[in-house]
């Protein structure tokens, strides 16, 4: 198939663009290249680019020109953390929703069949300690919910007889990329523990949690444009296994069984969280049948615990800007280089 993968600089799509190519698909990226200084791994994938910032495509009378020809576009370009959400929650809406829709639509018009959106589990919010399905109901507690719910409502919409979008909503990422993310929960707790010797918990450990490897996660999209088309139109899916939900605590302890030497131990100031969500994923397991998730947690911190070591890994580099969303965002605004709105601003004297 031909594919337009958008964020395929990002922490999914550097995992999952090598694999489109494996499997034979001709792949053309759309990326702003904000994070392209926090590269943990090198990027294998050789991808030609037909734009960058989202929001500048869909504006562009030549984009949908550039989208003709297409058989699918995987979306998964975005604000990707609540605290980047709730730094600007305006630009969470504008690039997570708006300009979400913005490009289905464009891609409809010009006859793309598929649309695979990058949906999450948080649109869960704090829905309690009992599983939920596909069919619960949505409770965002954060910018960065709020707007993935607007976008799949608006994208249902438009779907017809010649377009197909599909929903998926993962749960909590985690594992090894080459733009690896330290904000997410197994991610950032096996880093504390290999630098500091400490599983350092900023909650006080309870909520719930469903969560999935990154390379799981790049399955689920390949299976979703490799499916027949009955089996995902109009479809929502939570990517995940249902075995797979922890309370944070307890993925703590696994993390602690892992790194030798290590101890669980509470930020003074860890409060609890309010979402709060146990994920049931048996309907993807039940009907798209080219998803076979690979990995549990402990498998993944043990991954990370090995890449964490051989690389050296500091508390200084996952918890400054080198590696952390939020703050090589504000770093890089200070130096000029991004807008407050998030766009480089070598584009912006270019135009």
Not at 13 to 22: D, H, Q, Y
Not at 309 to 327: C, M, N, Q, Y
Request: glycine share 8%; hydrophobic share 35%; aromatic share 8%.
């Amino acid at each position: 198939m031909k594919v337009l993968l958008t964020g395929h600089r990002g922490y999914i799509g550097t995992v999952l663009a090598p694999r489109l190519l494996e499997r034979n698909h001709d792949v053309v990226g759309l990326d702003s290249n904000l994070f392209e200084d926090c590269n943990f791994l090198p990027d294998t994938a050789d991808i030609r680019s037909i734009g960058g910032d989202v929001r500048e495509f869909v504006r562009d009378p030549a984009s949908k020109e550039k989208l003709g020809g297409l058989d699918a576009v995987i979306h998964l370009a975005g604000l990707s953390n609540d605290p980047l959400g709730d730094y600007r929650p305006g630009l969470t809406q504008e690039i997570n929703a708006q300009a979400s829709i913005d490009l289905a639509r464009l891609a409809k018009s010009a006859g793309v069949k598929r649309f695979v959106y990058a949906s999450s589990c948080s649109n869960y919010g704090a829905s309690g300690d009992d599983f939920i399905d596909e069919g619960g109901d949505l409770n965002p507690v954060t910018p960065y919910g709020v707007s993935k719910v607007e976008a799949e409502k608006a994208i249902t919409a438009i779907a017809d007889d010649g377009f197909s979008p599909t929903f998926l909503r993962a749960s909590t990422a985690y594992g090894l990329s080459p733009m690896l993310r330290f904000d997410l929960v197994v991610n950032n707790l096996t880093a504390w523990a290999c630098t500091t010797g400490e599983v350092h918990l900023k909650s006080d450990g309870s909520p719930w949690r469903p969560i999935v490897h990154v390379e799981d996660i790049a399955l689920a999209y390949i299976a979703t444009i490799e499916a027949d088309r009955s089996d995902v139109h109009r479809e929502v899916f939570n990517v995940g296994q249902t075995t797979e939900n922890y309370q944070i605590r307890e993925i703590a302890e696994l993390v602690r069984d892992v790194v030798p030497g290590s101890k669980v131990g509470f930020s003074h100031d860890a409060s609890p969280d309010v979402r709060n969500y146990r994920v049931d994923c048996n309907y993807i397991a039940r009907k798209l049948h080219g998803f076979k998730p690979q990995w549990t947690c402990r498998r993944g911190i043990e991954q990370l615990y090995e890449a964490f070591v051989h690389s050296g890994l500091t508390l200084d580099d996952f918890e400054g800007p080198r590696f952390k969303r939020i703050a090589h965002i504000k770093q890089n605004i200070e130096a000029g280089s991004v807008s407050e709105d998030l766009y480089p601003v070598r584009e912006l004297e270019n135009a």
